[in-house]
């Protein structure tokens, strides 16, 4: 057929047509589906979300940082008396350890024991002036009683002569004789009197040179004493200074002994948790003001822990207490509190052995059978202080804390956000299983959780607030 002819034409026509009208029908069905298609849609599948329970916090609240272990007394030694070194025991060379009493230095004696032998003489000699001045002193009152009865005599004939030249039987004369005996004796009496007194005077002024050679004599023999530099305490010797033969001024430092019977730890506590330390010990800030109670600590319980670092399954423990303030006020760099933890046994050390992850039994272990002997001064330990709970502590593990301190609670499938945590420490529990998982320390009152609660933990997407979610336990 050509497809110049009517019949051709025609045919082409139709084709066309039918070719449009069957892209517009597959276009309308593309379009617009059946009612019964869009009734049927399927509900929107709700998030999932791994969750763990909020646990109560049991025992005492632990606040860890670092210190460093200071002694307690260094203790330097000086010459108290001049002199030229003639011993010196080995024990006073620098790291040897030295008990109470140990002598360790002599001064030449001879100066100062010729000292005390001067005196003594001199004591002795005071002595005798004395016992000479009271056998005198004993005299002149015996003197003095024969003087008042020659007194009275002589008074008494004066009185017998005046009652008898109104008889006329004595002349004036004789009378005045009298009275001039009797005068006389007035006199001597009145000397011995004044001598008496004299007497007593000279025995106060030897008896107070007398108390001054004592004074002399007590320097001499303390002098002599010194001569000999003893250990004042169980100490260990970290520096000597002089060597035997040499000459030393008084004054001049000998050695220093470090005080061994207990070490303190430096450490530095921030704001937040000295305030749990206040807690504990019912005092307020508020209360704090001029008196004493304002500048002391509480002293509270405190375990020291030293690690070697190539024995990282073994922990060496040691027990002290909470002491003082290390000055007043904050660091100006650090902004914390320096503290003082006391450690009053430093030979008692105890051991912690960890195997596969888990801490054994902590037991005493000498220094003979490998243990560390004590606590000494430069050891960079971890300080805990062991805080009693003032209210109802919460753990929340880490991961299920977010940016701003918020966590996700679930509550009957729903989500709820708790922002602006107080966010105490963050402590690491072992497992029956030995694995470590770290918690937060909150408060319950202030954060407004209760034990049980379920918070959300990762792996997690979008999450909205009051949005419906289903659980799954991790724990």
């Not at 350890?97 to 005390?116: C, E, I, M, N, Q």
């Not at 430096?266 to 504990?280: A, I, N």
């Not at 005493?364 to 971890?382: F, I, K």
Request: with cysteine.
């Amino acid at each position: 057929m050509k497809r110049d002819s009517l019949s051709g034409q025609i045919v082409s026509f139709v084709i066309s047509a039918l070719i449009v009208l069957a892209g517009v029908i597959g276009f309308r069905t593309l379009i617009y589906k059946p009612d019964v298609q869009a009734s049927a849609k399927a509900e929107p599948t709700k998030p999932l979300v791994h969750t763990e329970a909020i646990r109560a916090h049991e025992g005492s609240l632990d606040i860890a940082v670092d210190g460093i272990v200071a002694p307690f007394r260094e203790i330097e030694v000086a010459a108290e008396v001049a002199g030229k070194v003639v011993f010196k025991d080995e024990a006073c060379n620098g790291g040897r350890f030295v008990t109470r009493g140990t002598r360790l230095l002599k001064v030449d004696p001879r100066d100062y024991d010729l000292a005390v032998r001067r005196l003594e003489n001199q004591l002795e000699q005071a002595d005798a002036n004395i016992e000479e001045l009271q056998v005198e002193i004993s005299n002149t009152n015996e003197l003095i009683k024969l003087a008042e009865d020659q007194v009275k005599l002589e008074q008494n004939e004066v009185a017998r002569l005046a009652g008898l030249i109104q008889e006329k039987i004595v002349t004036d004369s004789t009378l005045d004789r009298a009275k001039q005996v009797e005068l006389t004796a007035r006199n001597n009496l009145v000397q011995l009197r004044n001598q008496l007194q004299l007497l007593n005077t000279r025995q106060r002024r030897l008896q107070s040179a007398r108390e001054l050679v004592v004074t002399d004599l007590e320097k001499a023999k303390l002098d002599l004493e010194r001569t000999e530099i003893l250990a004042a305490v169980d100490g260990v010797v970290i520096e000597d200074l002089v060597e035997r033969d040499s000459f030393v001024q008084k004054g001049s430092p000998v050695f220093t002994i470090e005080d061994t019977s207990a070490v303190e730890v430096k450490c530095r506590l921030k704001m937040e948790e000295l305030y749990w330390v206040w807690r504990q010990a019912g005092h307020d800030f508020k209360s704090l003001n001029g008196d004493s109670a304002g500048y002391s600590i509480p002293h509270i319980p405190v375990t020291v822990r030293y690690q070697l670092a190539d024995r990282k399954g073994t922990l060496y423990e040691w027990q002290g207490v909470l002491s003082r303030f290390d000055g007043i006020g904050l660091d100006e760099q650090t902004r914390t509190v320096p503290c003082r933890v006391l450690v009053d046994k430093p030979r008692d050390v105890k051991v912690i052995n960890k195997t596969n992850g888990a801490a054994n039994k902590a037991d005493r272990v000498p220094a003979s059978e490998g243990g560390l002997p004590a606590l000494v001064r430069g050891m960079y330990v971890t300080v805990t202080f062991h805080v009693d709970q003032p209210s109802l502590l919460l753990l929340i593990p880490e991961r299920a804390v977010q940016p701003g301190k918020a966590v996700w609670l679930v509550s009957d499938g729903q989500l709820n956000e708790r922002r602006g945590l107080d966010l105490i420490e963050l402590i690491r529990i072992q497992d029956v299983h030995g694995d470590e998982q770290a918690f937060w320390l909150v408060e319950a009152s202030a954060a407004q959780l209760a034990a049980g609660e379920r918070v959300v933990v990762p792996p997690f997407g979008a999450l909205r607030d009051q949005e419906a979610v289903r659980e799954e336990a991790s724990r």
